[in-house]
């Protein structure tokens, strides 16, 4: 049996409970997985709560998508996995199929990828899915190069403070925004180049200022809503405002017409468009475990929790004070 998230209506944190499952055996195309630690996610939250992208289709359900630990057993057709195989898993399936806050967990060996060598589980945990994330967007989609400006809404978010890094192992320039000051100086030691608060600054006039009133080539925001009039208009001319999440919860319009139409592109981005390629998933895992090894890259954990004391880890996540990641540990 394995200790396993589940609810079993939609709501806050409370509705979460850790409850014996089996362990089921991998099938065609599967592996199973002892968990040793589990990524927290805010689609896991909207997903909980009813506000993701997808509906959960029944009841009970299951959360989680970024595990790390060792394979167990493998499932029939499965290639270059073996028992014993430090692993990490990818978001790259629905949580109405799969669920990785468990001790152990089935997933598609597809979304499995082999950990680093000095990788613990708690780094295998939290490092994928923010570099992937951040490399997709800024690399695949935007085609962000040396010398371009990167404005980082929500910046200190795990995927905020990866696109960081990222844009500095580019070549390109992190401007950060976030809703106080009271991160500047960690998302300064981070590698922003500057840090707006949103709260307390004018954000365009920073932002202008910073970019010697060019603006940024990309604008990555995990924000949505209508503040994406504002950074619409920070955009440079054929720059890309790409929307990779909705965390304002309110309904996000096309800024284009209102500022004039200028040379603005929008687009939304999962990063489903990275892991469910599996040919864009080789080069990002290649570009990922290239910055580890030299440094440039790590994973930043700002707290863990027993897997049992999953409610207050999404109370923790809900409040959104937090820099880095989430972790349940098992």
Known sequence: MSRTVLFRELGGPEVLRVEDTPAGEPGAGEVRIRVGAVGVNRAEALFRSGHYIEDVRSFPARLGAEAAGVVEAVGPGVTGFAPGDPVSTVPAFSQND??????????????????????????????????????????????????????????????GLAAIHVAERIGATPIALTRTGGKRDALLKEGAAAVVATDTEDVAAAVREATGGRGADAVLDAV???????????????????????????????PGFDLGMPALSMRTYLVFETTRDAERLRRAAAFVTAGLRAGSFRPVVARTFDLDDVVEAHRVLDAADHLGKLVLTT
């Open 98 to 159: 799969y669920g990785v806050y468990a001790d152990q967990a089935v997933v598609p060996a597809a979304a499995v990828l082999h950990r680093p060598e000095g990788l613990d589980a708690v780094g295998g945990a939290a490092v994928w899915m923010p570099y992937l994330t951040a490399y997709g967007a800024m690399v695949e989609t935007c085609g962000v190069r040396p010398g371009d400006t990167v404005l980082i809404n929500a910046a200190s978010s795990s995927v």
């Open 224 to 254: 949505a809503g209508p503040g994406v009039h504002g950074l619409g208009a920070l955009v440079a001319p054929g720059g890309t405002l790409l929307i990779y999440g909705g965390l304002s919860g309110e309904p996000t319009p096309y």
